[in-house]
């Protein structure tokens, strides 16, 4: 089964792929609105049987809760997990790492693996 992980953000959607036990980060997309994401997202899903979108809590995941649904719509098989912290997790690793402070700035992508890594070690 192939796997898409996602950790949605209103300007930045950072997405992992995983067709096996590991997950790895794919890429960051950037948009100006919620539709542009919405749109960039399922074209980037092609070829996925699953999608994992990390839930956060509070009003950003009544956001995700809609942007879950508008993927549901589109007839894609959508999950969520759990994304407590994910993007900390990604920040900590890239400093352990010794990746520059400027490159750290943009850590979505790796957020999402980490998303995605977490839901493959439940199956």
Do not use: C, W
């Amino acid at each position: 089964m192939k796997y898409l992980g996602i950790d949605f953000g209103l300007r930045r959607v950072g997405l992992a792929t995983s067709d096996g036990e590991l997950a790895s980060p794919l890429k960051i997309i950037e948009g100006k609105n919620l539709k542009e994401l919405i749109k960039k997202v399922l074209e980037e899903s092609m070829g996925f049987d699953r999608i994992v979108v990390g839930m956060p809590e509070g009003k950003t995941g009544k956001m995700v809760n809609g942007f879950i649904n508008n993927l549901k719509k589109h007839g894609l098989e959508v999950v969520e997990a759990d994304e407590t912290l994910s993007s900390r997790e990604a920040q900590s690793i890239a400093v352990i790492s010794g990746v520059s402070r400027k490159k750290r700035k943009f850590n979505d992508d790796k957020a999402a693996a980490i998303i995605l890594q977490n839901y493959l070690d439940t199956l």
